[in-house]
């Protein structure tokens, strides 16, 4: 069990919200007050770059700079990309380039996770958020650990889930306490696969929640999580405040913003960033998040492990997300995701169950590392519906738009020559924060990772996929088998040790 001890407890959620955060934490990565978002210099990127017409030379230059290096760019740099989104033969070369770069860092893997909302309880009054405080529309609830025991026996014995991203409401019923035995429980649940009867089960849990003091983080580290991933919803100081009322725990901007500061510090070394994109101008967004990657490359020489794109949708109670001045088309998603994939070279970049099937197949080309499927996000949807394509409004954050399984899934990726990854060794061999970010800038990382997702893909082919599915993964397979028999010989033995004990039944074996 974790130890706790040095948690601060609360007595009810008034007591949680005034006195939650730790300025001290937030003033030592904030030195003489200055913040790293800096607003001035953000505004002048769009209207003295972006907003200019395109020069082809330095474009072709940064974008060069991108590829060869795998570095973070400067704000600057983004702004002279954005400049040329709206030139056909310019974007054209970015989003060649975005999947060549892609394919360096990470090969032709798709990650694949579950989302699995352990409880909405929450003292914030976020105005787009159907988890809101005061949102009587809202069904509230809060998994006892036998109810998300019945969750994990769907993810993992049914579906074939290897990976969650557990989320959670801020609010004292689900404390860091809470969290860390929500996890422990995660990876204690065992099933039994339904083709084979082999043992299957959830292998990491990374975590969406509010932003946690030091000595909380520490506490998650110590049972085995995973990426923390926080979503900043705005960097627009203004509009945040706007959106997040003073009284809330979460209309603290420094606090949320040095979150990831407080995860290093700890060593939560994966870190997930996110903005809601259709909350303010998108341009703004993706320059600020380049600022955050930099700030946190220049304190801990760690990025951000994954940027997650996630788009406002409708939720419950609240008329936000139809009303935004901000809201962004397909078009300019996928512009977003080829400016990301440039900005920030070495990311992982997640594309959730929020787009429709088009707009996700449409960016699986331009720099897309992750995504969820088969997801249901009502609490407690897994095991009270039979069919997880259903939904209901008033037990979601919000509505999905892609509910397609995890086999059709699988399926169509293969169909297109890319591999479905299920691996997690990477956390358990310690492969995270500053050990990964060398091997993924050089492309080893993505070559030895490949290894690994076909012992997985193999694991889930023959434990959960249906006839067809199976059939267009074999002869992926076999592909991929010849490739890294070309790519490491010596080692291709070993390899094939590994993959035939997986055949004859063996589990979670990995590099």
Known sequence: MADVSKIRKFKDAADYTRNFVVQEEIDKYLPGGKHFIDDAQICRCISDIAEKPADPVRVR???????????????????????????????????????????????????VFAPLYVANACVNGCRYCGF????????????????????????????????????????????????????ETCYNRQVKAPKTGAPVGIRRVNVNAAPLPVEDLRVLKSVGIGTFQVFQETYNRKLYESMHPAWSVKGNYDWRTTCFHRCMEAGVDDVGLGVLYGLCDWRYELLATVMHARDLERWFNIGPHTLSFPRLEPASGTKVPEESPWLIDDDTFAKIIVLARLS????????????????????????????????????????????????????????????????????????????????????????????????????????????????????????????????????????????????????????????????????????
């Open 344 to 511: 920030v070279p070495y990311t992982g970049i997640i594309i959730t169950a929020r787009e429709s099937p088009a707009s996700r197949n449409r960016v699986l080309g331009y720099g897309m590392t992750q995504l969820d499927c088969s997801s249901n996000i009502a609490i407690k949807g897994y095991s009270d519906f039979e069919n997880e394509a259903h939904q209901e409004k008033d037990r979601q954050q919000f509505m999905l738009g892609d509910t397609r399984s995890l086999d059709e899934m699988v399926r169509y990726l293969a169909s297109r020559g890319t591999i479905t990854s299920f691996c997690t060794a990477g956390y358990r061999c310690g492969r995270t924060g500053g050990c990964i970010m060398d091997a993924l800038k050089t492309g080893r990382e993505g070559k030895f990772c490949k290894i690994n997702a076909v012992l997985t893909f193999r694991e889930w082919l023959d434990d959960f996929a249906s006839d067809e599915t199976r059939k267009i993964g074999d002869a992926l397979i076999e592909k991929e088998l010849a490739g890294i028999k070309e790519w490491v010989p010596k080692f291709y033995p070993s390899v094939m040790k590994q993959y035939e004990a997986t055949c004859r039944g063996e589990r979670d074996l990995f590099f």
């Open 61 to 111: 230059e940064i974008i060069a700079k991108s590829e060869s290096t795998c570095e973070t760019l400067l704000p600057e740099e983004t702004a002279v990309l954005m400049s040329a989104v709206n030139d056909p033969q310019l974007f054209a070369e970015m989003s060649a380039a975005a999947d060549r770069i892609k394919k360096k860092v990470y090969d032709n893997r798709i990650v």
């Open 132 to 183: 809101r405080e005061g949102n009587a529309e809202q069904k509230r609830r809060v998994l006892t650990m036998d109810e998300l025991k019945e969750e994990i026996d769907v993810l993992a014995g049914r579906i074939g889930h290897k990976r969650l991203i557990a989320v959670y409401g801020e609010h004292p019923t689900t404390s860091t306490e809470y969290i860390a035995e929500t996890i």
